[in-house]
């Protein structure tokens, strides 16, 4: 009974320790990186690290204070922000001057390529890259993928005198959708080059935001745009002019349209009206805007405003 007892008891033991070891190291790839304990960044770049977006340096460090190069920086934009490579028989080295085709980040220069990203022919993917450049390229990045509204609040940059104004743009719509932040004093030191916990926490928010708020490129949004203010003021005797607005429009390219205008017996005049898209051959900026329409009514018909949502092209 004893030898049964004590070889159950070691059964239950080995289990236990196999449980033990199993739990050991799963936990060991939540805590990817030796060197990011207590760094504000971990989370967010274990995230990145788990999805395969981004990778240590050597001896299971990540050395979050180093800085980014070129080449990392094109791999984890492209890779981050889901930046599909087109169909071509082009190669990198047709673009750049010092990508070789069989680098490992070549893939990822040709794609940011296709895309749109501003990257000079001559670029060196082993030397570093400032905050700014990072932060002009990401944008290009996420603007490649769709449309998305941004407001239009305008941030004061207190070390911006060196900027383009493209560059500048670019930063502006990184602070107006938080995924970048200004610093005490309102500085970016947009010179500095950009560390690479700097860089995996600008594409973890970039990559959410993506995710969460932007429309594909080749989609077409259906928006409800129910949401109605209606202003009332006297135009002349006997006659109201009324006025249709509605907010949070994506770009200055949506309009509103009446479509009819039913008058009942109850005194209501019922407005039927739309939402049009923009030119598909026009350019604008991606700032959220509001769009108003006007029509005269009885003085004696009290206005009701409702959505059609068949948009005709504007």
Not at 114 to 129: A, E, K, T
Not at 178 to 200: M, Q, V, W, Y
Request: glycine share 4%; with cysteine; proline share 6%.
């Amino acid at each position: 009974m004893k030898k049964q007892s004590f070889s159950s008891h070691a059964k239950k033991m080995t289990i236990a320790c196999s449980i033990l070891a199993a739990s050991v190291s799963f936990g060991a790839s939540a805590f990817a990186f030796s060197d990011l304990k207590g760094n504000p960044a971990e989370a967010k770049i274990n995230a990145l690290h788990e999805k395969g977006i981004i990778n240590g340096m050597s001896n299971g460090k990540f050395a979050p204070k180093f800085k980014m190069t070129y080449g990392q920086a094109i791999q984890v934009i492209v890779s981050g922000l889901e930046l599909k490579a087109q169909p071509s028989d082009s190669k990198a080295s047709d673009f750049f001057d010092n990508v070789k085709d069989k680098s490992w980040f070549a893939s990822a220069f040709l794609t940011a390529k296709q895309h749109g990203l501003s990257l000079d022919r001559n670029v060196n993917p082993n030397g570093s890259i400032t905050r700014a450049q990072f932060a002009h390229l990401l944008t290009q990045g996420l603007l490649s993928k769709g449309t998305f509204p941004v407001t239009k609040m305008y941030f004061e940059i207190s070390d911006d005198d060196k900027l383009s104004a493209e560059v500048n743009n670019s930063l502006q719509i990184l602070l107006n959708t938080h995924i970048i932040s200004l610093e005490a004093g309102s500085k970016f030191r947009p010179n500095d080059a950009i560390t690479r916990a700097e860089a995996a926490v600008w594409i973890h928010d970039a990559a959410e935001f993506a995710k969460k708020v932007i429309t594909p490129a080749n989609q077409t949004p259906a928006p409800v745009y129910e949401k109605v203010e209606v202003a009332i003021v006297k135009a002349a005797d006997g006659v109201n002019k009324v006025s249709l607005t509605v907010n949070n429009l994506p770009n200055p390219g949506y309009g509103l349209l009446i479509q009819k205008i039913e008058f009942n017996k109850d005194k209501t005049a019922v407005i039927y009206y739309t939402v049009t898209t923009p030119d598909p051959d026009k350019m604008y900026p991606q700032v959220i805007s509001k769009a108003t329409v006007v029509t005269y009514l009885p003085d004696d018909y009290k206005p009701v405003a409702k959505f059609v949502p068949t948009a005709p092209a504007k």
